[in-house]
């Protein structure tokens, strides 16, 4: 029963600036890697940031320079800060994580609902 929530997603202009929050909760459970994907309309899925369990950080090269990604264990959550926005960073931000639940085998792959992220020029 491990749900993932982001919040955060917004209208913004273009060189302003957005904080998202994914946020895993349920009973005994731990989490591995976190990643931030985005999907604009008519496009197809794309990884935009990932933290290891290990806080190691990976980035496409669309975003390097401008959107960090990071995670408070205490809080079950990872954040992507977004800055200098462009109007092609206009997409659905997705939350993926793997988690192992207490008692399971093996992990399993978490979706969030989804944030709209929308940028204006």
């Known amino acids: 029963q491990v749900q993932v929530v982001e919040s955060g997603g917004g209208l913004v202009q273009a060189g302003g600036s957005l904080r998202l929050s994914c946020v895993a909760s349920?009973?005994?459970?731990?989490?591995?890697?976190m990643h931030w994907y985005r999907q604009a309309p008519g496009k197809q899925r794309e990884l935009v940031a990932s933290?290891?369990?290990?806080?190691?950080?990976t980035y496409a090269d669309f975003v390097k320079g401008r959107f960090t990604i990071s995670r408070d264990n205490a809080k079950n959550t990872v954040y992507l800060q977004m800055n200098s926005l462009k109007p092609e960073d206009t997409a659905v931000y997705y939350c993926?994580?793997?988690?192992?639940?207490?008692?399971?085998?093996?992990?399993?792959?978490?979706w969030g609902q989804g944030t709209q992220v929308t940028v204006s020029s």
């Open positions: 993926n994580a793997n988690i192992r639940r207490i008692g399971d085998l093996y992990p399993r792959d978490y």
């Open positions: 349920g009973i005994s459970f731990s989490i591995n890697a």
């Open positions: 933290i290891s369990s290990s806080s190691s950080t």
